[in-house]
């Protein structure tokens, strides 16, 4: 399957790490690409429901534009969070809502993670898919 | 003693497993895995009816279950259920509706696993009664308070060993001051069983529900065990095949044994495998092991108070080796999963003992348990893998 450059790219490197723990440094790096929800902006609008931790995330339109906003206690959720703005962030509504989350499991993130975690992403996804529908 | 489980050839994430979440669940020996599949391949038939072979011998091979439970902890009655949660909630249906109603007084401890405070609670809703939680203070029972709670109290039901903290509650006094006031007493005694052996005639408690799966035996299956006295006051739950005597369309009467409460198919290959773990275990000497482990966990929480951690539990004589702890900063989340791609299991999370969360002022912990095949390598693994979460999340 072909994806967008980002998206590869994040595959890719991935795809070179062996060890597991590295997988999950590396995943936890990508947190540094989270932009911020602000305690203060967390309701019971955007927590994520069937999450294991405490997470949010909100999406804004900005000129067309998508844009992810997101917290969360657990360094990382809040790795998976930064991938996901990655692979959302600056596209069109029609473009996100083209992506499957398969990308995450390509990068063997989702292997690499139990079940709970993989469908803490998976629950991340939809929302933000759902949300970006809304705003449609 | 690793070598009697098939599952420590395996690697995980690469590495030798080094499995530490003996509270959750224990690992399987051979002897367990290889009766279960032989009962499947060789003698696979239902009980108690049937007169053919088959039929007898899986009777034989189910029946062996009870009759080693009652062996073993010197028990009148051994119902066998699918584990501690049902042997609970066969309690609160079978002697505690027919037994309490409104303005009764049920005595529960902070420190119970949610299985031993729900079934309470859906019982309470319907009969107006009421229930008394004993504080838990510095990770132990307070016994004063618990003598004021008893008064008047028909029901007392005590976790024997916390999941959560590895204490293990003063039972005797417990039961003692309970008899004093004429209270039935139910042990939870899912994290007992596999750490020390227990008589229960002895002790004096009225029931004592506990798991197969701790002790190095199946999932789904666990018992109830109950005194003669408290045998003769309950009634049958659930009704079907197995637990009656003679069905007419105008009524039914029940079995007089412990069948009455186990309607329909039971576990049968579970009841098999159950009893190739209790005969393995027969053959364990449980109390030096508990005290090794027991040294093995101290020794652990030393090394992480060390380590700048908190830790929860106090591990006194007598408490099972359970090491339950929390870092300053790092989640328990991401803790545990950075000790899984190591090769070591823990669990983290509330352990299904929410209230005894809040009491400790945490939503979690990560939980290391130690268990029989546990030794000091897998306590070095651990450590050092400790030391690399450390060093990552620095």
């Known amino acids: 399957m072909s994806w967008p450059v980002a998206i590869q790219e994040l595959i890719e490197e991935f795809q070179d790490i062996d060890e597991q723990f590295e997988r999950l440094e590396v995943l936890m790096e990508f947190s540094e690409e989270v932009e911020e929800l602000p305690v203060e902006s967390w309701n019971n609008h955007n927590?994520?429901?069937?999450?294991?931790?405490?997470?949010?995330?909100?999406?804004?339109?900005?000129?067309?534009?998508?844009?992810?906003?997101?917290?969360?206690?657990?360094?990382?959720?809040?790795?998976?969070?930064?991938?996901?703005?990655?692979?959302?962030?600056?596209?069109?509504?029609?473009?996100?809502?083209?992506?499957?989350?398969?990308?995450a499991e390509e990068a063997g993130i989702l292997n690499s993670l139990t079940p709970s975690r993989s469908n803490g992403f998976r629950t991340m996804f939809d929302m933000v898919q759902r949300n970006v529908r809304e705003a449609m | 003693m690793k070598q009697d489980f098939p599952i420590f050839s395996r690697l995980v994430n690469g590495k030798p497993l080094v499995y530490l979440d003996n509270a959750a669940?224990?690992?399987?020996?051979?002897?367990?895995?290889?009766?279960?599949?032989?009962?499947?391949?060789?003698?696979?038939?239902?009980?108690?009816?049937?007169?053919?072979?088959?039929?007898?011998?899986?009777?034989?091979?189910?029946?062996?279950?009870?009759?080693?439970?009652?062996?073993?902890?010197?028990?009148?009655?051994?119902?066998?259920t699918s584990g501690t949660t049902e042997a609970i909630n066969l309690v609160a249906h079978a002697w505690g509706k027919h037994n309490l109603s409104s303005g009764d007084v049920i005595v529960l401890t902070e420190m119970e696993h949610h299985s031993d405070i729900v079934p309470w609670q859906m019982?309470?809703?319907k009969?107006?009664?009421?229930?008394?939680?004993?504080?838990?203070?510095?990770?132990?029972?307070?016994?004063?308070?618990?003598?004021?709670?008893?008064?008047?109290?028909?029901?007392?039901?005590?976790?024997?060993?916390?999941?959560?903290?590895?204490?293990?509650?003063?039972?005797?006094?417990?039961?003692?001051?309970?008899?004093?006031?004429?209270?039935k007493v139910l042990l939870d005694a899912a994290q007992a069983?596999?750490?020390?052996?227990?008589?229960?005639?002895?002790?004096?408690?009225?029931?004592?529900?506990?798991?197969?799966?701790?002790?190095?035996?199946?999932?789904?299956?666990?018992?109830?065990?109950?005194?003669?006295?408290?045998?003769t006051e309950m009634e049958p739950f659930m009704g079907g095949g197995d637990m009656i005597d003679t069905v007419t369309l105008e009524g039914s009467t029940y079995q007089t044994n412990e069948h009455k409460f186990e309607a329909g198919t039971p576990r049968i290959?579970?009841?098999?495998?159950?009893?190739?773990?209790?005969?393995?275990?027969?053959?364990?000497?449980?109390?030096?092991?508990?005290?090794?482990?027991?040294?093995?966990?101290?020794?652990?929480?030393?090394?992480?108070?060390n380590r700048g951690m908190a830790v929860y539990s106090s591990l006194g004589p007598g408490d099972a080796a359970v090491v339950s702890f929390n870092h300053p900063t790092i989640h328990p989340e991401d803790f545990a999963r950075l000790l899984d791609a190591q090769g070591v299991a823990v669990r983290t999370g509330h352990?299904?003992?929410?209230?005894?969360?809040?009491?400790?002022?945490?939503?979690?912990t990560i939980r290391a348990s130690f268990y029989l095949y546990n030794d000091a390598s897998d306590a070095e693994v651990f450590l050092s893998g400790v030391d690399r979460v450390l060093e990552a999340m620095a």
């Open chain 2, 269 to 305: 290959a579970e009841g098999v495998g159950w009893a190739a773990a209790l005969e393995w275990i027969s053959n364990v000497d449980l109390e030096s092991h508990h005290t090794r482990l027991l040294s093995i966990a101290s020794d652990v929480a030393e090394q992480l108070r």
């Open chain 2, 193 to 231: 069983v596999p750490h020390e052996l227990i008589d229960f005639r002895e002790l004096g408690a009225d029931f004592m529900a506990f798991s197969a799966h701790k002790m190095c035996g199946p999932t789904g299956i666990g018992a109830l065990l109950i005194s003669n006295d408290a045998f």
């Open chain 1, 47 to 103: 927590l994520v429901k069937g999450c294991q931790s405490i997470a949010h995330i909100e999406i804004e339109m900005v000129e067309g534009k998508v844009w992810m906003k997101a917290a969360a206690d657990a360094k990382m959720v809040q790795g998976l969070q930064g991938i996901l703005s990655i692979a959302v962030n600056g596209s069109t509504p029609e473009e996100v809502l083209e992506l499957t989350p398969e990308f």
């Open chain 2, 351 to 364: 352990h299904c003992a929410q209230p005894l969360m809040d009491k400790l002022g945490v939503s979690g």
């Open chain 2, 25 to 80: 669940t224990t690992q399987k020996p051979s002897c367990v895995i290889d009766a279960m599949s032989e009962f499947y391949s060789v003698s696979n038939a239902n009980v108690h009816r049937a007169v053919h072979t088959l039929a007898g011998e899986a009777t034989e091979g189910y029946e062996k279950c009870r009759k080693l439970l009652k062996q073993r902890y010197n028990a009148e009655y051994a119902v066998i």
């Open chain 2, 123 to 125: 019982l309470a809703e």
């Open chain 2, 127 to 183: 009969s107006a009664i009421e229930i008394r939680y004993v504080p838990v203070t510095d990770g132990k029972l307070d016994m004063d308070a618990f003598e004021v709670a008893l008064e008047g109290a028909k029901l007392v039901c005590v976790v024997h060993t916390s999941n959560v903290l590895g204490v293990r509650n003063p039972v005797e006094d417990i039961i003692t001051l309970s008899k004093a006031v004429g209270a």
